[in-house]
Each structure stands twice: as structure tokens, then as C-alpha cells.
């Protein structure tokens, strides 16, 4: 009777048990926080101008030094066109919220030119709600200046309907904003809230927000 010895195993060299990596758990708070606070960056404006110009002789490049370190409007685009005035040039901009566009519009041929800007409203002494508008006399020497007035305009409209999800017709705030930083080298959202400030608008209905049963 013979006895049945297994031969014995080699030992393997080099080789090491297979670890799997535990896989990332993120809590569903962390989750939220990460997506909010992509969010709040977005609606702040932090990015690039998506820009078009079709100004004669005043390129893409030019509008973006023109424009530089003021707040971007989120994904909206920026199209600046020639505006054709009859008999004296004057500021003209749009904010299509449909189609996510700003339009600034530059007066062509250009020639510096003065404009009421109406920044605030005085209540008149006596009886009734009687206001007296207070205006300024502003000076637009160049293109960036008409550029850069319209755009803070125009981006602050952009701003109360799509962040503060507010009626954005309030026109007389959107020149004060402008009026106060277009000259200025970079302006943020504190300068914003300064130009609301006693400004009472009024929040959009629930259908023009998406928010509708």
C-alpha cells in the first residue's frame, strides 16, 4: 500500500491580493450643498461674456475690454449692434429673457453726446403721492461709456428677474445702478444692492417662473 503525498506548492512570488477600492459615499446633504453652491457662483456671473459684435470697426475683443470686470449675466448672450438714430445719438439696450439675450446697442456714427439719466424720484410737499423725478446730465464720451452704462442697465434688469426671480421694469433703479459704476474699474453684487436698495418690486407669478401647478 502506497501513501498518496500531494506534491508541494510553489510558493507564488509577487503577487499580491487584489484590493478594490472602497467606493466614495457622499451624505445627500453634502450633495445639496455642492449643488447650491454651483448655483449661487452661476447666478453671481462668474464666468466668461458669451459675446457677438456687429458694430463696424469694434470687435469682439474690443467689447470685451470694454466690458471687462463687470458681472456676467449668467448664460446670457451679449450682442452689440449699431443703433441708427434720425437726429441725435441716445442710449438704447434690451433684455430679451426669452432668448436669453442682452442687446446693447451703440450709437452709429458715433459722436459724444449728453443725456438725462432719471436715477431717483422726491416726494413733493403737500397732499396725494406727488413725486419730482431727479435726473443728471451725463456725458458720453466714447463707446466704452455708452457700452458699459447700457450693459450695467441692462444686466441688472437680467438680475432681478433671474436671481431675485423679481418684475424686473424697474427702470429708474437700473439707471441709478448704471449711473453710479459705469465709470467705475469693476463692480460686484454689493453694488447692485446698493442701487435696490428702498426699491420695492414685486416677485414674478408663479407661471412666469416655471413654478405653475
Known amino acids: ?90 442710449l438704447s439696450g434690451l433684455c430679451e429673457f426669452d432668448l436669453h439675450r442682452i442687446i446693447l446697442r451703440v450709437p452709429e456714427p458715433f459722436h459724444p453726446f449728453d443725456e438725462l439719466v432719471y436715477h431717483s424720484a422726491r416726494r413733493r410737499p403737500g397732499d396725494g403721492m406727488r413725486f419730482k423725478w431727479v435726473s443728471d446730465k451725463v456725458s458720453f464720451r466714447t463707446r466704452r461709456d455708452v457700452l458699459r452704462f447700457v450693459y450695467l442697465h441692462e444686466w441688472l434688469h437680467w438680475y432681478l428677474r433671474e436671481v431675485l426671480v423679481r418684475r424686473a421694469m424697474a427702470e429708474t433703479a437700473c ?26 418690486t414685486q416677485p414674478l407669478p408663479l407661471e412666469d417662473v416655471g413654478l405653475a401647478a
Not at 459684435?53 to 470686470?69: E, I, M, Q
Request: charged share 35%; proline share 9%.
Open 1 to 90: 500500500m502506497s501513501l498518496l503525498i500531494p506534491a508541494p506548492r510553489r510558493p507564488v512570488i509577487g503577487r499580491r491580493p487584489l484590493v478594490l477600492p472602497e467606493e466614495p459615499h457622499f451624505e445627500s446633504r453634502d450633495v445639496r450643498r455642492a449643488i447650491a453652491e454651483i448655483d449661487r457662483r452661476s447666478r453671481q456671473g462668474s464666468g466668461r461674456l458669451a459675446l457677438r459684435s456687429n458694430l463696424p470697426g469694434f470687435t469682439v475683443s474690443d467689447v470685451r475690454r470694454a466690458l471687462a470686470r463687470l458681472p456676467v449675466p449668467g448664460d446670457y448672450r451679449v450682442l452689440v449692434e449699431p443703433l441708427r438714430y434720425r437726429t441725435k445719438p441716445h
Open 175 to 200: 439707471d441709478r445702478f448704471a449711473l453710479r459704476n459705469f465709470r467705475r474699474r469693476q463692480v460686484d453684487l454689493e453694488d447692485a444692492t446698493d442701487a435696490l436698495r428702498g426699491c420695492s
